[in-house]
């Protein structure tokens, strides 16, 4: 399997709980390296254009909200089918649903603060990269 890229975001609500070494901790034990890391706020412009693809949806104001509410920590992870491995280490959205040990089981609240994001696909892992990070950003 070839070593591949996705994005997480580490959410207001970890971040607000002191978790993100927790976090970080979790991604890692998973066999994914941190090779992109930074502590931004997201403006409410930011949020939007990030999460644009939700904008019909009835929940995309409180989304935009929630994410920029607070510190978030946006990362670039790497490892072999990296988008399928950080989806499994998170979780099911839901905290209530998602898998003893994930991330979103330990850690999360609810739906919306379920303490991370992840890429879907390698190829929305590629932008939402292009989105927080330039390449000089990312250390491989």
């Known amino acids: 399997m070839p070593v591949s890229r996705t994005l997480s975001i580490i959410k207001p609500d970890a971040t607000r709980r002191n978790l993100t070494g927790a976090i970080n901790a979790a991604i890692e034990e998973a066999g994914l390296r941190i090779v992109g890391q930074k502590r931004i706020r997201l403006t409410r412009a930011q949020a939007e254009a990030f999460y644009a693809v939700h904008k019909e949806r009835p929940f995309f104001a409180d989304l935009v909200a929630f994410m920029s509410s607070g510190p978030v920590v946006v990362q670039v992870l790497e490892g ?18 998602a898998a003893p040990g994930t991330i979103r089981a330990r850690f999360g609240e609810s739906i919306e603060a379920n303490s991370v994001h992840g890429s879907d696909s390698p190829e929305n892992a590629a932008g939402e990269i292009s989105f927080f990070f330039s390449s000089d950003e990312i250390t491989g």
């Open 80 to 97: 072999e089918d990296a988008v399928a491995r950080n989806r499994t280490v998170m979780g099911a959205t839901d905290p209530a649903k």
